[in-house]
């Protein structure tokens, strides 16, 4: 399809362990960023990538969450030695442009559950 | 009624009524505001955009409302339907160099057959 593609849908493993969660972009779009939702609760901005200008990791969490963006397009969020509340859905959405009046499309994210 | 934390606020609306879902947003330097839906399982969904030099915008059985003067945003949707059951945020855009989207914590809607 022509959305944002986000893998694994679903990922369950285990406390200490390292993930790896993926993001496809809409084709075009220069912006991309992560969000956080855990249940009942709004998004927690994570991370945005812009074209070739630094990303803006202002509201990962701690230094064991890092993301990158590869030839400006796919990205993969890192989670390492994961924690039980690092249980959550992350959520990845691009744009045409970063702000600039642009909405932002989501995927239907990963949920990730630390046992 | 509205809660705060752990619980969202919830509107309970019967088939076919009209809802109106309301946001106080928080930075009057915003210029670009978003409704989004998002159905469990789901990614949010964009529906609407509008703009600050606007105060009333249109689609397809929703409508925006903005009044800058008290930072209040509302969704309107006619003729509620059950797959309109869902979470609503609104979400906005200060304008200036940090143009972070700013989210809502959203209101849940259900719709009574």
């Known amino acids: 399809g022509a959305g944002v593609s986000q893998s694994p849908s679903n990922k369950v493993t285990e406390k200490g362990k390292d993930v790896e969660l993926r993001c496809d972009p809409i084709s075009g779009h220069t912006a991309l960023y992560w969000y956080r939702q855990s249940l009942g609760q709004g998004l927690e901005f994570l991370i945005y990538f812009q074209g070739n200008s630094a990303p803006d990791k202002s509201g990962l969490p701690s230094d064991r969450f890092s993301a990158e963006r590869t030839g400006g397009s796919v990205s993969t969020l890192t989670i390492q030695r994961t924690q039980q509340e690092d249980s959550a859905v992350y959520l990845c959405?691009?744009?045409?442009?970063?702000?600039?009046?642009?909405?932002?499309?989501f995927g239907d994210g990963t949920r990730l559950s630390i046992l | 009624g509205e809660s705060v934390g752990l619980h969202l606020p919830t509107l309970s609306v019967q088939e076919g009524d009209n809802s109106i879902i309301n946001c106080a947003y928080s930075?009057?330097?915003?210029?670009?505001f978003i409704w989004y839906k998002q159905e469990s399982g789901k990614g949010p969904q964009f529906i609407i955009d509008?703009?600050?030099n606007m105060d009333k915008r249109q689609g397809q059985r929703v409508t925006v409302l903005l009044n800058k003067t008290v930072k209040h945003l509302s969704l309107q949707i006619a003729a509620t339907q059950p797959g309109d059951s869902a979470v609503y945020f609104c979400a906005e855009y200060p304008s200036g160099n940090n143009r972070k989207l700013i989210w809502g914590l959203g209101t849940s809607l259900a719709v009574n057959p």
């Open positions: 959405a691009s744009s045409l442009g970063w702000g600039g009046n642009q909405p932002q499309h």
């Open positions: 509008i703009r600050s």
């Open positions: 930075n009057s330097a915003s210029d670009y």
